[in-house]
């Protein structure tokens, strides 16, 4: 297993999406260092960011970059709409509360900490002696990086996740063909969730470089919409063949529980297993599991949702739909003898190419 990257907020996102390249305020913050000038920008004008200003004027006006690194050229703070279509005031004092924490030592920087800790507005430093844009959203912090190190360490994300895309296909080719035997158990179901699971968090930081890199991520995601294609899906479909559902736990708490584990849970099959509220536990990962069907199902075409799940309701386990004649399964209300057939044909060449794919 890899190492992936803490997880950001969606407000620090919501924030670097605002600076990414390509945006406006982006180029007035890269005008402002090719000015060699600092500046602290405060997005949001409410009163909260108010009630800490002092001094300054106020300016309301259109926001440009050539306007934004005219006013940097004064001392004070520059604060922007929240959605950074406007300037609303220039050369402000801030006066955040002194008691907030923070661990900055340049004044610029330890204001803009403690205004972002105060108030739930994003605060951009840019650092007059070091050239470096930081951004501060709550507790978080971020500090820019140059594009070109950015696309990198993005390539290298890519294929780290591509490793692990092609890993998790052989364990679900392998998971089909098992369940099509009926000879599943529960390390095996484990197994690929572990994996699905890891695919979507590398996949996850991927997607921050893409928001940090604006309009210069664009091949970079086409690239990761193809590699996550079907991916969160089938996460679901897993789960949703295997948990048992009571009056407290049910599909969505389950996909909640597992997106939330910690790393170090995650890589222990038993703890993912026991999280879940998976069949057996910690008891014996080698005990054995059916699947309701509905994962190989969905693979069939033409087959709606709602007619996956009357046919797990009608005949509770994908070992009984495959044993089911075409009488049997036209049956089911809603169900066609085309229909049927269809779903008959479907599962017989699906069990055909697993069991193919996983011999060969």
Known sequence: MTAVAPRRSQALLSALAAVAPGQPLREGLDRIL??????????????????ICSGGFLLDAAFSPQRLSELAKMDGAIILASDASRIARAN??????????????????????????????????VSEDMAIISIYVNGEKHQLEAIPSLVNRANQALQTLERYKNRLD?????????EVEDLVTLRDVVTLLQRTEMVVRIGEEVLQYVVELGVDGRLIRLQLDELLGGVVDDRRLVIRDYFQPDASWNLQ???ETLSDLETERLLDLESVATAL???????????SLQPRGY???????????????????????LSKIMRATIEDL???????????????EGLSRLAESSILDRYS
């Open 92 to 125: 402000v004092h801030l006066v955040p509360n002194p008691n907030v924490p923070t661990s900055e030592t340049g004044t610029r920087h330890r204001t803009a900490e403690r205004v972002a800790r105060s108030i739930s507005v994003p605060v951009i430093s």
């Open 330 to 344: 036209s049956e089911v209300a809603g169900v066609s003898d085309n229909q049927g057939r269809a779903i008959k």
């Open 170 to 178: 052989e364990v679900a080719g392998s998971l089909s063909a098992l």
């Open 295 to 317: 994962r190989l199902l969905s693979k069939i075409p033409r087959v709606p949702d709602s007619l996956i799940d009357d046919l797990v309701e009608r005949f509770g386990s």
């Open 277 to 287: 509220h998976l069949p057996g536990g910690t008891e014996d990962l080698d005990v």
């Open 253 to 255: 708490k389950a996909m």
């Open 34 to 51: 090719q000015a060699s000038k600092g500046a602290l920008i405060v997005v949001g004008d409410g009163p909260e960011v108010l009630n």
